[in-house]
């Protein structure tokens, strides 16, 4: 699953649309067989999510029904903080752009203020 679709689909989750049938209304072109591969499996490669009844067999012969739940793991939820910092940081970023802005009309305005008193 590529890194977009990931945070698409913790982002879904934490939201707290948390179905199978939420997820495929949420991302449609997520196939099947790739949030199988976001579903924890502790033994090898601890996934994103867990589905809450986890009675997963071998690897492909998944079929999610409707109602089937999911949950962030801590990876998941290690993705979500990351999201939440970047969010706040691109505030961040936006907020000081505006202020900047802001600056230089200020000091625009002033430079022309003083030329205009200079020439009175």
């Not at 890194?3 to 913790?10: A, C």
């Not at 961040?92 to 600056?103: A, E, G, Q, R």
Request: aromatic share 8%; proline share 3%; glycine share 4%.
């Amino acid at each position: 699953m590529n890194k977009f679709n990931q945070e698409k689909l913790v982002l879904l989750i934490s939201s707290g649309k948390n179905t199978y049938k939420d997820i495929k209304d949420g991302i449609p072109e997520l196939p099947e067989l790739e949030l199988e591969s976001m579903v924890n499996d502790i033994a090898s490669n601890p996934g994103c999510i867990v589905k809450t009844n986890a009675d997963l067999p071998n690897y492909g012969n998944v079929h999610f029904a409707d109602a089937d739940t999911f949950y962030l793991t801590n990876n998941g939820k290690d993705v979500l903080y990351q999201l939440q910092k970047e969010k706040v940081l691109n505030k961040k970023v936006d907020d000081s752009y505006k202020l900047n802005v802001m600056i230089l009309i200020a000091t625009v305005i002033g430079v022309i203020l003083s030329f205009l008193a200079l020439t009175k």
